[in-house]
């Protein structure tokens, strides 16, 4: 099976960032590069269709729509809600990955897997202050995927102009599979390298900049690990669930 040996955000490229200081895009460790046999061809950006939903020109930022994710994890509930119109085959490969509908290979055993909520028990495997923090890995070594690819899909309105945004990693085009990253700042030099699929409410900025802060090793990842408990979708306009970590609400005094 085609496997990539890194994930971090240019195939083992590093990126000129601005102060975030040299930091490789959200793939795998960048001293692992890609053996060339596994380099996949791949229209440059500008070749990608537009998605259904997305804008003319720049356009208006659009509003998220769709389900919203629920990701609690050790350090905190993340809530990320989705751009489904304008990537939808990004958040209908995340919904499937997430409820267990969508089969896959599993990274350590090579087994095809169906029935089974990838996302559950994984870990952020890379986390870099005032950038981001990556995971959707089960192999949680930032270089396993789900023995496919999607496409990238794009939208005008859509930019890594803010914090919070939720967009799959790769190791170049076409590369896409289950490995996603949260950002923490506006990263401007991601545009048009990036599927955007969510956007994160504030509350999760602040769980995102916590958990890229913890002690790490020399490739970025926690020393002690920052785990994806549980992955729950909740479709557009049913409420969302109660976070088990906030504090009770106090009764109103009588």
Do not use: W
Not at 186 to 191: G, K, M, S
């Amino acid at each position: 099976m085609l496997r990539l040996t890194s994930y971090t955000i240019l195939a083992g490229l590093a990126l000129a960032l601005p102060i975030h200081a040299q930091k490789a895009e959200p793939g795998t460790p960048p001293e692992t590069p890609a053996p060339a046999q596994q380099t996949k061809p791949a229209a440059p950006v500008d070749d990608l269709p537009d998605s259904p939903g997305a804008s003319e020109g720049l356009g208006i930022p659009p509003m998220p729509n769709g389900p919203t994710a629920i990701i609690d994890t050790s350090m905190g509930r993340l809530t990320c809600h989705f751009f489904a119109n304008e990537s939808p085959k990004t958040v209908e490969n995340f919904v499937g990955l997430a409820t267990g509908t969508k089969a896959f290979t599993d990274p350590i055993t090579d087994k095809p897997m169906k029935g089974v909520r990838f996302y559950d028990g994984t870990t952020f495997h890379r986390v870099i202050a005032n950038f981001m923090i990556q995971g959707g890995d089960r192999a949680g070594t930032g270089a396993g995927d789900a023995g496919y690819y999607i496409p990238e899909e794009r939208s005008p309105g859509l930019r890594f102009d803010r914090e919070g945004r939720l967009a799959m990693a790769n190791a170049g085009p076409g590369t896409g599979s289950t490995q996603f990253f949260i950002t923490e700042a506006p990263v401007p030099e991601l545009n048009g390298k990036h599927t955007i699929f969510g956007q994160c409410d504030a509350h999760s900025v602040l769980i995102v900049q916590s958990i890229a802060r913890v002690e790490k090793n020399s490739n970025d990842k926690p020393v002690t690990p920052v785990t994806i408990n549980k992955v729950t979708i909740v479709p557009e306009g049913q409420p969302l669930p109660a976070d088990p970590a906030a504090p009770a609400a106090v009764p109103a005094a009588k």
